[in-house]
Structures are given as C-alpha cells and as structure tokens.
C-alpha cells in the first residue's frame, strides 16, 4: 500500500521560511518522480515542484521558481523534501506529497503577519 505522509507545515510570517517533509512507503521510492502540488482555499490544485528519479533534475511553477526547492533522500529515509524560502501570503495553501495517482494527506501552509 503506497503511503505518503507530510509534515513541517505550520504558520509563518511573510518572508520567513518551512520546511516541508513526506515520508514514502508501499512502493520502490528510488524509481519514481515525486512532485508536491498545492491547493488554495477556494481554488485548483497547483503543481509547485517536481524531481526526476533518475538525475535528479528538478523543475518549478513559476510562482516558486528561485523561493522553493525540492529535494529527495532516496539513499536511506525515502523521503521528499520542500524547503520553502522567502514565503509571501499567496503560498498560503495546503501541500500535498505526490507520486504516480497518489497522494498525501497534506500539511497547511499559513503565511500572514
């Protein structure tokens, strides 16, 4: 059974910074993409940040783009990483952790001052 669980959300004023985590099970972690995808209240979902199982290679939303970046610990924990930097009001969302069709439970974001 594929199980994706996110921490690290929480609240935080404009400008500061979180650290997001989902720890993966159920499934061969080193063989797939990951990606986290967020959603505003009262809006779609949002793709944020995607990472290659291969090399590595990372790409961005254009709203994230040079503030967030996404990383992985295939070697020991299985898990994906979203450090978020100089956040503003509108990253305001909750955060999901995806593979393939799965995905997370989420973890609120909150950023206000």
């Known amino acids: 059974e594929v199980q994706l669980v996110e921490s690290g959300g929480g609240m935080v004023q404009p400008g500061g910074s979180l650290r997001l985590s989902c720890v993966a099970s159920g499934f061969t972690f080193s063989a797939y993409d990951m990606a986290w995808v967020r959603q505003a209240p009262g809006k779609g979902p949002e793709w944020v940040a995607y990472?290659?199982?291969?090399?590595?290679?990372?790409?961005y939303g254009d709203s994230v783009k040079g503030r967030f970046t996404i990383s992985r610990d295939n070697a020991k924990n299985t898990v994906l990483y979203l450090q978020m930097d100089s956040l503003k009001p509108e990253d305001t969302a909750v955060y999901y952790c995806?593979?393939?069709?799965?995905w997370g439970q989420g973890a609120q974001v909150t950023v206000s001052s």
């Open positions: 995806r593979v393939h069709k799965y």
């Open positions: 990472i290659n199982n291969g090399d590595g290679s990372t790409t």
